[in-house]
């Protein structure tokens, strides 16, 4: 049985062979996998418990079939942070906080979506904190669905624009943040996606070797990692 980890999939309806990839890639999984844990981003947008999840629905609906017999667990990125728990107890999944630690054959394993790594981008952590915080969420929830809506896909074509004007480097993690984190938790491996840098980096920590493996967005190719009895997979697969 494989525990597997994936990121990113940014899963919108008008990328719908996106969004049949992903449930091939789930029913492909559905007699080996006992543990998913998808670390942010698994849609585009999510606006509040009544976002009518228009084309990604059945990815849900895939999601909460596996979860029958799978554990399923499921952390915000910066485009899905208002999925509830309540949306994911309905399709199956837990809640789990960014970052969280977990032991998988006597290895401490640090899940994060990986934006609270990127310190150096100042105006975005500014931006995280604010939309993260409960009072601007129940804010907005007292807007209509309709404005809420608008209100994502202006988010998502600023950030695009946003994004093509910095410098690559803002945009990446912090070293001195991941040494901070890998301190913290006492991890041998720090797992996270959001830079869309799919890559295994060792790093030497007062001689303790650790590993960052960032996973990769999906489309054309995507990188996935598996863990099971024989070790780690930082694998690739391709959209068909």
Known sequence: M??????DLHLDKNQPELIKHFIEFIEGYNEEIDNLYILGDLVESWVGDDDPAIGTDQALEVIRTL???S???FMHGNRDFMISSKICNKYGM???????TITIFNKKITLMHGDLLCTDDIKYQEFR????NEEWQKMMMTKSLKERMQYAESLRLKSKTETDGKQEFIMDVNNNEVENIFREHDADVLIHGHTHRPMVHDINLNKKMCKRIVLGDWGK????LEIDAT??????????
């Open 129 to 132: 904190k604010l939309v993260r």
């Open 231 to 240: 070790g780690m997979n930082f694998k690739k697969i391709l959209l068909t």
């Open 71 to 73: 554990s399923v667990y």
């Open 221 to 224: 190719q995507s990188h996935i």
């Open 2 to 7: 494989k525990t597997v980890f994936i990121s």
């Open 94 to 100: 837990k809640l789990i906080n960014d970052p969280t």
């Open 67 to 69: 979860s029958k017999k």
